[in-house]
């Protein structure tokens, strides 16, 4: 090695060792008879030391060296005069003796600090630079941690770490693929993998039992803010098991990674429908960091001739405590934000239950006191209390009421990333209908098995038919879902063909797994979590993109490298396709 | 869970307990008044038995059932009469209660056996069911084991995993690459990675140290025997280091896999020359398991009027221990196999040490027992040896060598695949020279870092110019290779000048990477791994297919899943590109 020491493990049982160390500098002062560089690697910052009256030349050198330049030093460690108790090595500095430059450096286009004053787009231009910064560093390493702790949860329950293909197939269902032009095949294309989801079920046919694998997957959607077209997931399939095996195992793997990756001892995880949490918290990702629970009040606004409210489908609302001195001003801010296009809504009616116990709201001219109080006592609320309502199509008055909802709590600071609150969301809908196409999609996946109770409700009320799906929600962010499989061949031809597939589709698409399908296969079941995501949350944060070392921006742009890119004629030809003529569209 | 046991873990320990097992129907032997069923998982065999006489319709029940069957059974842990110690389940038998089937099976297209009567094709096609055998499940547990013992040897060295981009950009140097249509960006392609390379660089770059990966890399190859369109590597990179550090820490490596995996202490590897490997083995990657070194024949052969020898620019042998005796019959089959078009040599020329001391060769009238003995003295031989000499031009002949010198391995008994013979290849070229193309091309990449002392040669005599690079070679494959890259702006640049790249194309290509150098890049350099074929080293075997769970056939095509395939004209649309009609090809 270059070096005797990193930069982060020198103390002052180290004085009066002669070392050597490599890094780039953080920064120096110049202080007349000394001059100081904080020298930064991986794994720390040390500070170097030079005396203009003892060697005058080198202190003179070390004044010319930039920030970033990368050098080595080698000095004698020694205690310092002024002590810096933050930092592991801030009992010391070295002496330096000798400087060597390995490399030179440019001034970089933003500094390399935790507030640094690079806008987005500059730092991912020159992502090798934002990736100096310590937070970014210490994203990574919670990443590789989190990577290192689910392997050892997994391989401790004889989870069996199997590599399945990039290179697959193109299928009609779910979102986009990017596929990939074989040129030894001409005319033909393979896909990459939405999921491995069809090969771990095939693992589970071959015998494997317990499958996990943490796998790059793609897809080629229009990017939303947390969105990359790759992302990682943790992937996991078990045979031979029932739901509640699934949800004990993975329970057990969250609650492993709060203990070992956060420090954190958490209880057994709640369990909520899909139709509670529609009903409770409009969404089937709810954060239950904070109750606030919907209250729904049709049966008690109605008749009384406010029209909005006679209407609508449905007619419900939050209780926001202690909000009960909100101003005029605080009340028409949340009215703006509940109209935002995101959140949808066409109005807000407050009730202010007020400290003296009388009560105000913004449609007393319809509702009496008495009638108030029922709404109040609706929502067990007491003075001081503001309860929030909204009116309308029942499903998209749900969604802006989970919007207003979370809303409250960032207003009320119940939302704190340092706090969490996962829970399983079960008893998802198998189907959905979709109005523009005419058709059932898949909630989950194809493969999803209905509860077998329900299986009857295929031929006459699909829409009704609940799956054996789940997912894990922490801090109203879906951290990953599954489902118990269909193992049987008939249910999975008759859940194709509600999906819309011939039986000749069906077996153009899926017949590799509808034939294993004969060949005895097991009970299986099992679950996904998106990595990127989970990093993300576990560091307080709503960005992926600050957990992926080279992620793409909103456009599906490296912009470091520039890619994607035009590729030459040559490549064109040999892999026997045209690009249509885009100068028109450009 | 389904069951209460998995089938490879009841012993005598557990006898009289009622269990519960899923599994697969092995076999079944109806031995009139009993019935056994050997009942399979991935943990293993436990035979099941049913009485006619205890409870008949059970028995009958049992009798029904065929080959792969998906069953559940409960009964109790009883000692077997016939006991078979090989087995850990081989003492104890399950008498049982009840029996429900999950899922039948038709009769797999060929058994499930060791010695399966399935041909390579169909066993692709049914690749689920091939991987039920115990020999594929043994190969891809190895697998498991390796990743999990690597990981845990570079986290313990402070490596940080980190995830580069499957989604990158095609570069014109190296293999072909994958490319991926734009959708969002029309007429553009990502590249699929032949190796992290640039963004492990990079890394190194941001300061990150040492990086390591377990990734998946793509190469549009001509396919041969053994390689395959994605491949996975151990890719690793270090900043801060010489060769010599890379080497230590990387032998340390596969020396913790011999013991960790094989359970063998290897002692330190040897280290040879590419030059001096070419020289003694023909090959830069030697099977140095046995020693039948090349040696050297121009001095002693030439100027006694035997054209082949005086003409030829090299004349080089091998002496076979103990071949003396071989036949006319032997010594024909070995002129046949150096003439085949694989081997390419011309003819073949013996010298006999007989066991009574007299000498005898194919060309003794041109050489006289005295010059004969000088030949033999040459190769060190002793009565009952076989010296085989070949000659022509000179790197042909070292080829040729080389695959006979692995012929008489083979026909010695000298590489048997539990022997491990490791070590290092160094000192490769930098570059090579192409006689089609008249350019050099980088023997390894273009960040390959000459050698210091031969930097001068890179205007004067670019072909000798040696570089800083190795490759680690275990019995005879090339396991893994890597280099010192270039950290140096100038000189990167000098060296994609030499490989034909205009300063214009080389900041196109590689202008990030470039631009990133003048940031402080530290001194770098780092290793990949061929993990597949690691794995099948250690396994005993030729064929990295039969270590991947889902491989792809000589013309990289998945059968199982019939991939690639045609996509629909709507996908194409999407991505703005032509399909050219190949009507004509096909």
Redesign the interface.
Known sequence: ???TH?CGELTIENKCTKVTL?G?IQRSRDLGGMTFIDL????GITQLAFNMEVNAQLCEKARQLGR???I?VTGSVIERSNKNLKMSTGEIEILVDEIEV?????T?PFTIEDNTDGGEELRMK????D??RNIL?KN??L??KM??ET?KYL?SLDF???????????T?EGA?????????????????PQSPQ??KQ??M??????YYQIV?C?R?E??RADRQ??F?QIDCEM????QE?ILTTFEGLAKYLFKNVKGLEIHDFPRISYSDAMKYYGSDKPDIRFDMKFVELNNIVKGKNFKVFDDAELVVGICAKGCGEYSRKQLDELTEFVKRPQVGATGLVYLRYNNDGTLKSSVDKFYDEDLLKKWAEAFDAKPGDLILILAGAAEKTQIALSCLRLEMGNRLGLRSPNKYAPLWVVDFPLLEWDEETKRFYAKHHPFTSPKPEDIPLLDTNPSEVRANAYDMVINGVEIGGGSIRI??KMLQKKMLNTLGFSDEEAQIQF??LMN????????HGGVAFGFDRWCAVFGGSDSIRDY???P?NN????I?????????SL?LD???????D?VN?K
Chains 1, 2 share one sequence.
């Open positions: 090695m270059l070096r990193t490599c780039w930064r690697d991986r794994y970033e330049y990368v080595k390995l490399n030179e450096s440019k970089p020159y992502r090798y630079l990736l100096r560093k990574l390493e990443r590789h990577s290192i392997r391989n069996i770490d199997i590599e399945t293909p990039v290179l697959i197939k193109s009609p986009r693929d990017f596929v990939v032009p074989s040129r030894i095949n001409a005319g033909e294309f393979y896909a990459l069809t090969f095939l693992l046919i071959a015998g494997y039992d317990r790059r793609f080629d229009d990017l077209p790759e990682t045979a031979f098991v029932t095996d193992h049987d017949g590799f294993a399908f004969e060949y005895g296969a097991p009970p992926i070392a080279f793409k456009a599906a742009r490296d470091m490298i520039d890619s994607p890119a035009k590729i030459s490549q040999e892999l026997n396709i045209i690009v249509k885009i569209k």
